[in-house]
Nanobody, 124 residues
Framework: QVTLVESGGGLVQAGGSLRLSCAASGRTFSSLAMGWFRQAPGNEREFVAAINWSGSSTYYKDSVKGRFTISRDNAKNTVYLQMNSLKPEDTAVYYC?????????????????WGQGTQVTVSS
């Protein structure tokens, strides 16, 4: 069993930045690939970014490329999502997800463990 706890969400103006963190416990963190997803009201949960077990490989949703950066610190059992140049359309609940494999997935069904989510609101 893996427990994931997100933090770092909040209210920010368009063009601003936020850094989300997700702390993992319950399993060797370096055995997990990690992902970030988001869900806006009335929408399905969508993929945002993912990272493999070592941090050597990442993948992003097209609309966040160049603005968001996913990274991990295996010594701290934490994955991060640095979000810059935020837009109102980035407003959503952001979820951290983990899968007990070295490689990541861009699909919701590919992840076994989920955090409770953290709200990100971008005002125009």
């Amino acid at each position: 069993q893996v427990t994931l706890v997100e933090s770092g969400g909040g209210l920010v103006q368009a063009g601003g930045s936020l850094r989300l963190s997700c702390a993992a416990s319950g399993r060797t963190f370096s055995s997990l690939a990690m992902g970030w997803f988001r869900q806006a009201p009335g929408n399905e949960r969508e993929f945002v970014a993912a990272i493999n077990w070592s941090g050597s490989s990442t993948y992003y949703k097209d609309s966040v490329k160049g603005r968001f950066t996913i990274s991990r610190d295996n010594a701290k059992n934490t994955v991060y999502l640095q979000m810059n140049s935020l837009k109102p359309e980035d407003t959503a609940v952001y979820y951290c997800a983990a899968r007990p494999r070295g490689s990541y997935s861009i699909f919701f069904i590919g992840y076994d463990y989920w955090g409770q989510g953290t709200q990100v609101t971008v005002s125009s």
